[in-house]
């Protein structure tokens, strides 16, 4: 079967924003405001390891998008991180964020596209194939 373009596109996208915040922002520390985010929630010593752990899955779940393994199973897994991630980040850290407030409305729109991504435009997989 032929996998649709628009699917493709918008998968490659998705991993790619993973991938930026994984590997560049944290692993790399390309923008410390995640490490400084990560001490705050945590209250840790750690924060930098613990900021590069979550880097390496960040980086990890890309690679899971583009193995188009499971991929309803992996939307689902996505939407759950990015809703809690942005919850306790907008209560614990909201000065911290790159765009206040509105982190939790771009942070809604990303949900919106994994979703549209893997259930409206993907319609070869079943949810645990």
């Known amino acids: 079967m032929k996998i649709n373009n628009n699917y493709k596109a918008l998968t490659y996208f998705i991993a790619l924003v993973w991938s930026v915040n994984g590997l560049l922002c944290k692993v790399l520390n390309l923008v410390s405001r995640h490490q400084d985010i990560v ?30 393994y499971k991929s309803k199973l992996n939307a689902i897994v996505q939407i759950i991180i990015i809703a809690t991630m942005n919850v306790l980040e907008l209560i614990l850290a909201p000065d911290l964020l790159l765009w206040g407030t509105y982190n939790s409305l771009f942070a809604f729109l990303f949900i919106l596209l994994v979703y549209f991504t893997n259930f409206k435009q993907n319609k070869k997989h079943v949810l645990f194939s």
């Open 39 to 68: 001490a705050r929630i945590l209250d840790t010593n750690y924060s930098r390891t613990i900021t590069i752990a979550i880097g390496i899955l960040e980086t990890i779940m890309a690679l899971w998008i583009l193995s188009n």
